[in-house]
């Protein structure tokens, strides 16, 4: 798995998923959201990790019984045990929330681990507690039944797809209140850089708006006297 820097880490912390979606989109990469996924809690952090992947598939009863579980090398028990400090847990569930990817004592164990955040497109148990956590978490709603109902978990850390997006080990997970997005490794720092950049226009683009100021010539900054006004306004905000 490739290992973000700190410096490309706190850029991708202070940048929203919107800017980075129209940085993807740029290079063509148009289904890199995670469709149908929202946060568990509404003052979540913003999640930033490496992605490493847990897969389920429909689950076939006579295999996926509860004594699994007594099986250390079970792929869901392992993978809350392997996901390394820093990363993100991406979970195939799917798009299938009849039946929970996790509950709270997973999802526990892995903030205790340091991971830096879990996502799965079905949903978790125990939701309120989790939410209570302080480690961001994404699912596409509540769901009471144990995973063994419906999904069997069968392999970890390989490609999957979560809400549509392709999910790669190591890919970069940015997640905040919008939903989360899917940064291929080798842009990280790229899309890292681009996208801090982005955002300080934006933040300049929004105090002129805010001001009355209209958005032709503005954004986009077709017009030469918004950048030299935007670099007025860095100096004078340290941006």
Request: one cysteine or more.
């Amino acid at each position: 798995m490739s290992k973000l820097s700190e410096a490309t880490r706190n850029k991708l912390k202070s940048v929203s998923t919107a800017t980075v979606a129209t940085a993807l989109f740029k290079r063509g990469l148009r289904i890199q959201m995670i469709q149908d996924v929202h946060p568990v809690g509404p003052d979540q952090p913003t999640m930033v990790g490496e992605a490493f992947t847990l897969r389920y598939m429909p689950a076939r009863e006579d295999l996926n019984t509860i004594e699994v579980f007594r099986d250390r090398s079970h792929p869901q028990r392992k993978a809350v045990e392997d996901c390394p400090p820093g990363a993100v847990l991406v979970m195939d569930s799917r798009k299938d929330a009849r039946a929970a990817s996790a509950g709270a004592i997973l999802v526990t164990r892995l903030m205790k681990r340091g991971v830096a955040g879990v996502v799965t497109d079905g949903g978790f148990r125990d939701s309120a507690e989790i939410a209570k956590l302080g480690i961001p978490a994404y699912h596409h709603r509540p769901s009471a039944p144990t995973n063994l109902t419906l999904h069997q978990a069968i392999e970890i850390n390989v490609p999957i797809g979560c809400g549509d997006a392709p999910v790669f080990p190591g890919d970069v997970i940015l997640g905040d209140a919008d939903g989360v997005i899917v940064i291929p490794a080798h842009l990280a720092d790229e899309i890292a850089n681009e996208t801090f950049e982005m955002t300080a226009f934006e933040d300049f683009v929004t105090e002129e708006v805010s001001r009355g100021r209209g958005i032709f010539g503005l954004y986009p900054a077709t017009d030469p006297q918004t950048l030299t006004d935007f670099a007025e306004w860095r100096k004078k905000n340290g941006r």
